[in-house]
């Protein structure tokens, strides 16, 4: 079963998107996804999954996520010199894609591990002194690469009823930029920049307002035609408002806190590694409850899709990630692009992003589709969620709340799969972002998710009977 | 005959929103309204129409805002102690509402005309010292009230173009403030705030800074929820972040660049005061043009109702000022409402506001109404507007202009009233806002500008037969 549609009432404009998005998406009855009959079968019976599914939500609905602090990763992960976490399921160098391997590479050169970028090629096909981890491991989130090493500042987000944390790298901008898998001298320049004078000018700031309520800025920004994955427009001016007063009182030069604001302010994408650990941290309350058949996380590292599911642990279920189908900058063409990259497959996996498109119609100016497309999608979402989310609402279908919470069992029962939007990072170490567009997970990691579910819940089952 | 209607194209949703607004709108054929069957002939007739209104919209679309000064009024319009300017058509302190005639006792005692703002009553019933004149006649807008004295700073808006400028103050709030109408000392104490602190600041960054494009800022806040009359969010985000670097810079105390940026960021309605004048801006370019049945301003003082026309030069035709259906703050209710007051109609006059409510769903919950009323209002103004503004357009209605150029004729012969949303003074002096809602012109005012536009009509075809 799908969770409840949200009643939108008998009002015309809702009854009449409605109706479009029904026959878009309804044109003809879906069968189950192949092979998925018998274990279908087994988690609808499973006794446990109502419950399960049920708090799981709840668990996710509950959290706030307040920004608390700005600190080094080395601080706030414990991550040592040579430890590198990356976006995605587990992989190691040998199987790494362009991008990620162009961002390893820059990594280790801001870190001082090499002299040159090129020299980190060898380091890390030695595998000697470096360890690669994804960054869901620890409690962290990274859009596109992903990759996060000891130096670099990290946001802090808190979510105040539990005192769970979860962390995120600062945004560089879009273009040639690390985590799109460039590492040339002006991206190391910027990263040390944000590393000697953004990240400290930040700490200082966040430390000395009222922590801000990024959960509550979500909220604002679903309003402003922001959907938090590609648009973050809104919310980066959100929190520029928040930060600059106490930005200004630093004691920092004023040259400083100006090329920062303007920094800030002039790169719409911003917000972005805050919307991502503020999903994680939602969807991290959802994890381990057992017979929940929902997805936790959605994740990428440019060779292997990879997601988590509640009722299954930390266990990865992965299969090939995809090219996106999209916009692209320059002369850049699809024979460019990377397959799907990065863990910010986390706001979709919250309901917001490719879910929340129908907020936010003016983004597809920038990851291609039609405005009837973007609505369509989000009614589409309802079928594979299991609840909405009545903080996170969209104007114009009259504040219903997003579609939140992907059901295994709806995705494998329907055929529909989770719709991401993204950017696209180039195919090749070094070159950076090649265009943005939209993307599906594979369509076979969920009857793999599913597998585990059935057994799991029989299982449960037998030991439920009496021996 | 009513401007061209957008063509949405055949996809589904634009069909099915447009569709059900014709099923709103278009329940009955409406007849022209009362006695103005004789003038739409003459106006329909007129040869010189269809090229004077052509030209004056093409005008009205040409006009690019740029804020390129911040002054008091006293040098900006050569404002005179004693000399008062006002919101909406001329009226005397006799017939003057209850917020205009607070406002206008505040704006005496922050002048220092008399000790106590009760003394300002005796000033203002003598009349001897003091002049009343309208906003509209001195290159200005001012919501509400629109109380402008000479110590008020000014934005300072020009097209490059032309060097044509316009003008408003500074925005102070919700609530209790100038002008809607209340005068406490906490009310002139923030005045006096922004006259010595919130202006030279401001005024220092404008210059410092390149010119904000007023314009382009509209643009992008109908991509992010605003409408730009009672809704300006993004707006007034994008102008701090466009802004706050000079500030920085500016070598202001940091804690009075810290109060100033928080005091803009906690008002979401300050860039209201710079789309009021952008409008006044494009539509001052249609002034003037013989034979034109455009609107080029709407305007109330919160007793009469006023609109000036291009084809008639500088006339007002008034009516009674009617009270707005809405939403009230706190115990506040129908009863304590001040009739309709302000220049801020000028966004309307411009396609923003009520006839871009589309692009603003959430603003329902500000002004009243419903999310598919919004929708439809959108497209109802359409059938009374000459055309469409590509620059402003709405992502929703895939990307479709704002209608803009409210057609006089098209109003007098469909019956169909321009949509104004908007603030709600109280109605006594000193009280301030009560609430927000929708409003609507009195209807009689556009038979009396047709008629005049009949006249002259009349005057040019006898001028054209040879004597």
Redesign the interface.
């Known amino acids: 079963m799908s969770g409840p549609v949200v009643g939108v009432g008998a009002?015309?404009?809702?009854q009449?998107?409605a109706?479009?998005a029904v026959?878009?998406i309804r044109v003809d009855w879906r069968p189950p996804m192949p092979g998925t009959e018998a274990d279908l079968a087994t988690v609808a019976l499973d006794p446990d999954r109502p419950a399960a599914n049920a708090t799981a939500l709840e668990r996710v609905l509950a959290v706030r996520a307040r920004l608390v602090d700005v600190v080094p990763a080395h601080e706030a992960l414990g991550l040592q010199p040579g430890e590198f976490l990356h976006a995605g399921p587990p992989i190691a160098w040998e199987r790494a894609s362009g991008p990620l391997r162009g961002a390893l590479i820059g990594g280790a050169a801001l870190e001082g591990l090499v002299a040159e970028p090129e020299d980190a090629v060898a380091l890390f096909e030695s595998g000697t002194s470096v360890s690669l981890e994804p960054c869901h491991h620890r409690r962290t989130v990274g859009p596109m690469a992903g990759v996060v090493t000891p130096s670099m500042w990290m946001w802090v987000l808190e979510d105040p009823a539990t005192g769970a944390r979860t962390h995120c790298t600062l945004n560089e901008g879009l273009g040639k930029v690390l985590r799109y898998g460039a590492y040339s001298p002006d991206v190391l320049a910027r990263l040390r920049w944000m590393n000697d004078v953004l990240g400290p000018l930040l700490q200082h700031a966040v430390r000395a307002a009222d922590p801000v309520d990024v959960t509550a800025i979500l909220t604002?920004m679903l309003?402003?035609?922001?959907e938090a994955h590609n648009r973050n427009?809104?919310g980066t001016?959100?929190l520029?408002?928040?930060l600059?007063?106490?930005m200004?009182?630093s004691g920092a030069a004023?040259?400083d806190?100006?090329?920062a604001?303007?920094f800030v302010?002039s790169n719409d994408h911003f917000f972005l590694n805050l919307a991502m650990p503020a999903c994680k941290l939602a969807l991290d309350a959802g994890r381990d409850v057992p017979g929940s058949t929902l997805v936790v996380a959605m994740s990428r590292n440019g060779t292997d899709f990879g997601i988590q599911v509640s009722g299954t642990g930390d266990e990865w279920f992965t299969g090939p990630a995809q090219v996106a189908d999209g916009l692209y900058l320059g002369d850049f063409g699809p024979d460019d692009a990377n397959p799907d990259i990065g863990d910010s497959a986390i706001t979709e996996t919250a309901g917001l992003g490719g879910f929340a498109m129908a907020t936010a119609?003016?983004i597809?100016r920038f990851v291609g589709g039609?405005?009837?497309d973007a609505?369509?999608t989000t009614r589409r979402m309802r079928e594979i969620t299991l609840g909405d989310n009545p903080r996170w609402s969209i104007?114009?279908l009259?504040?219903a709340g997003v579609p939140t919470g992907i059901d295994v069992s709806a995705v494998c029962r329907t055929g529909i799969l989770p719709q991401i939007n993204t950017g696209m990072a180039g195919r090749e170490a070094g070159v950076g972002q090649v265009g943005a567009g939209l993307v599906t997970p594979p369509a076979g990691i969920f009857p793999q998710a599913l597998r585990r579910l059935a057994a799991l819940a029989r299982e449960r089952a037998a030991a439920r009977t009496p021996s």
């Open positions: 009002d015309l404009l809702a009449a998107v109706d479009q026959d878009v604002q309003q402003m035609g922001d427009r809104a001016l959100m520029l408002r928040d600059v007063p106490a200004v009182t004023p040259a806190v100006a090329e604001v303007d302010g119609p003016a597809v039609t405005v009837p609505l369509a104007p114009v009259e504040f």
